[in-house]
């Protein structure tokens, strides 16, 4: 099992930035894919991005892509979203997830992830 504590969620305006973090513990990290998936109040948990287990692979929900940037630092045990050009609709919470198996293929669903964090809140304000 691995721990997940996300980070860098808050309050900023439209059009702002933000940079979501996840640090990650307990197990061999470099070895699992990662993703990121946000609930608003009222809505399902929704897929937003993932990268690979070696970080040659990236997937963007369409509703995300273009103002959103993956990446991993596999020597720190973290995943970073950065969300650029934030709209009132971005907000949500925001919860990091690890692959369910080591060195397999994620992909946009809930099932491929084993583990997640507690998640952090993000509010975009018009």
């Known amino acids: 099992q691995v721990q997940l504590v996300e980070s860098g969620g808050g309050l900023v305006q439209a059009g702002g930035s933000l940079r979501l973090s996840c640090a990650a513990s307990?197990?061999?990290?470099?070895?699992?894919?990662m993703g990121w998936f946000r609930q608003a109040p009222g809505k399902e948990r929704e897929f937003v991005s993932a990268?690979?287990?070696?970080?040659?692979?990236?997937y963007y929900a369409d509703s995300v892509k273009g103002r959103a940037t993956i990446s991993r630092d596999n020597a720190k045990n973290t995943v970073c979203l950065q969300m650029n050009s934030l709209k009132p609709e971005d907000t949500a919470v925001y919860y990091c997830?690890?692959?369910?198996?080591?060195?397999?293929?994620?992909?946009?669903?809930?099932?491929?992830?084993?583990?997640w964090g507690q998640g952090t809140q993000v509010t975009v304000s018009s």
């Open positions: 997830a690890a692959g369910r198996y080591p060195q397999a293929t994620i992909g946009r669903s809930e099932a491929d992830f084993g583990s």
């Open positions: 307990g197990r061999a990290f470099s070895s699992y894919g």
């Open positions: 990268i690979s287990w070696g970080g040659k692979h990236t």
